[in-house]
T-cell receptor, first 113, second 112 residues
């Protein structure tokens, strides 16, 4: 089945710096790649997603890039703020492009003031 | 709009006991999901329901059963709880497949 690897597992940056989280997936049929943010004690919340027919998508300080040939996608957060501190999860649609999402193991981002 | 609600918030069970986790959504979504979250393991899909009346296994279905009671409600049942089922359980819903999933606040379950 689909396998999603996420790196790094922890990331610490200074306020105002950029943060990059990378994910790789195994199934070339996957076609939907969302990113979720989870704050302590809460459920995950979608922050951005990308579909396989586009290579990049931006929403204010957040961007996602997708390289289908290499089977990897990345989350970029610019001008980080303390409220960006959370756990971030990438996901990919499952085997054969199914609607069953497979999640990475998460990245704990800490933004130091 | 309450979004996705889950009950209970916390539960402690003894090995062998049974219980049902309840989930409801008020967004008229077609698809609903149950995940478990363990430290260092991310979110793993237990079961999902693409529409009312249908259910399908996810990555880790063993030891669980589900019921899509109607379009709003999707319950998860543990027939004979085991310590390995200690986890945080999240329910989610989405308008349809390949769309944003909206998550509930979670149920923290401990099996002794």
């Amino acid at each position: 089945g689909e396998n999603v690897e996420q790196h790094p597992s922890t990331l610490s940056v200074q306020e105002g710096d950029s943060a990059v989280i990378k994910c790789t997936y195994s199934d070339s049929a996957s076609n939907y790649f969302p990113w979720y943010k989870q704050e302590l004690g809460k459920g995950p919340q979608l922050i951005i997603d990308i579909r396989s027919n586009v290579g990049e998508k931006k929403d204010q300080r957040i961007a996602v890039t997708l390289n289908k040939t290499a089977k990897h996608f990345s989350l970029h957060i610019t001008e980080t703020q303390p409220e960006d501190s959370a756990v971030y999860f990438c996901a990919a649609s499952g085997k054969g492009g199914s609607e069953k999402l497979v999640f990475g193991k998460g990245t704990k981002l800490t933004v130091n003031p | 709009n309450a979004g996705v609600t889950q009950t209970p918030k916390f539960q402690v069970l003894k090995t062998g006991q049974s219980m049902t986790l309840q989930c409801a959504q008020d967004m008229n979504h077609n698809s609903m999901y149950w995940y478990r979250q363990d430290p260092g393991m991310g979110l793993r899909l237990i079961y999902y329901s693409a529409s009312e009346g249908t259910t399908d296994k996810g990555e880790v279905p063993n030891g669980y059963n589900v019921s899509r009671l109607n379009k709003r409600e999707f319950s998860l049942r543990l027939e004979s709880a085991a310590p390995s089922q200690t986890s945080v359980y999240f329910c989610a819903s989405s308008p349809s497949s390949f769309n944003e999933q909206f998550f509930g606040p979670g149920t923290r379950l401990t099996v002794l």
